[in-house]
């Protein structure tokens, strides 16, 4: 018979082995192809991606701000978001991360005045696997994601609004895929998480269209989880999605986390392999300190 050690042991081999191919991915990228781009996106300075972590409550807030260009994303931006997903991955005390822009805006996409000066197909495609990369590392962190939407989500900031688990809006904002009116393709994977989110025939309306998403379209398609009864701009936003968040993350967060991972496993891995990965993370919580507190207060799910 297997010692515990030993069966401990054998889950963590699983744990390792079923998340490794989604990790090679995120490793292959940093090591080799993003060499280049980074000393390009460099050249572009302005504004900041802030990272506030609340200890108390689990909650992260992810700020893109660079209100003068309508929280556009300078190049700086783009290797400051990869850092704070870096900072993401590794705070095992978080439950969730809310992604705003600052001063009542959401994003309007890539900063133009860095987009006319690399506007070639070998530059953009870079930037494009770039952002790629950092997109789906943020979508996979093992914390529940929140996009509030205040103000404009357009072109690359709709695609952002994507890597979200979630999408909340305030009662006046607007999502908008604008890349058709640009002459372009979502690039940042957005087209492929639209289409996960909402299906094929709606997201080929919003791409097709460059129609103007409001909260009553957005929540109509399933693109948008709340509409907030607040304004852009009025200073409520925030408040109003911790609130709304807060019933999804209460518990400890090793057991919101192991929620997060096999949510994530189930959508980006075979079958066969998502199998294996939600039977390593129940490992880990499986008579965990929540398991045996739970067990020993023989709960009644009136
Ligand atoms: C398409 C995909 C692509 C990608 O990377 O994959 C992109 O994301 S390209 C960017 C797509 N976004 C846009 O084209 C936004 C264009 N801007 C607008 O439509 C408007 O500025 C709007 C609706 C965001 C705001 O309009 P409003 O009248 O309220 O304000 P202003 O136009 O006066 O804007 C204030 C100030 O911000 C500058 N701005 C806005 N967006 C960008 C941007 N993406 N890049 C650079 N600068 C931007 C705008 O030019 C104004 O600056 P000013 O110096 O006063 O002219």
């Not at 690399?118 to 996979?140: S, Y």
């Not at 996009?147 to 695609?159: H, K, T």
């Amino acid at each position: 018979m297997m010692s515990m050690w030993g069966a401990v042991r054998c889950r963590l081999i699983q744990t390792r082995s079923a998340v490794r191919k989604i990790l090679q991915q995120n490793r292959a990228f940093c090591s080799g192809s993003s060499v280049g781009i980074r000393e390009k996106l460099l050249a572009f300075p302005g504004g900041s991606v802030e990272l506030q972590k609340l200890q108390e409550s689990g909650i992260a807030v992810l700020t893109v701000s660079n209100p003068a260009r309508m929280n556009a994303f300078s190049g700086c931006m783009m290797l400051e978001l990869e850092q704070r997903v870096n900072e993401l991955e590794i705070w095992t005390e978080g439950k969730a991360v809310i992604v705003q822009g600052a001063a009542g805006n959401f994003c309007s996409g890539s900063d133009l005045n860095a987009v006319r000066a690399i506007a070639n197909p070998h530059d953009g495609m870079k930037m494009c696997e770039f952002m790629q990369n950092t997109l789906a590392r943020l979508l996979r962190l093992p914390l529940i994601s929140v996009a509030l939407v205040e103000g404009r989500a357009l072109g690359g900031g709709a695609e952002l609004t994507t890597a979200c688990d979630f999408r909340l809006m305030t009662s006046d904002a607007v999502i908008q895929f604008v890349h058709k009116h640009m002459g372009l393709v979502p690039g940042w994977g957005g087209a492929a998480r639209l289409v996960g989110i909402i299906g094929s025939r709606n997201a080929l309306k919003l791409l097709s269209g460059a129609r103007k998403v409001d909260p009553d379209y957005g929540k109509q398609m399933g693109l948008v989880d709340e509409v907030l009864q607040c304004s852009s701009g009025e200073g409520k936003a925030l408040a109003h999605a911790e609130h709304w968040i807060a019933p999804f993350i209460k518990g400890p967060a090793p057991v919101i986390q192991a929620i997060k991972k096999v949510v994530v496993s189930g959508r980006e891995l075979s079958l066969d392999e998502a199998l294996k990965c939600e039977r390593s993370v129940f490992g880990t919580v499986w008579g965990g300190p929540a398991n045996l507190e739970a067990l020993a207060s023989k709960p009644k799910h009136k």
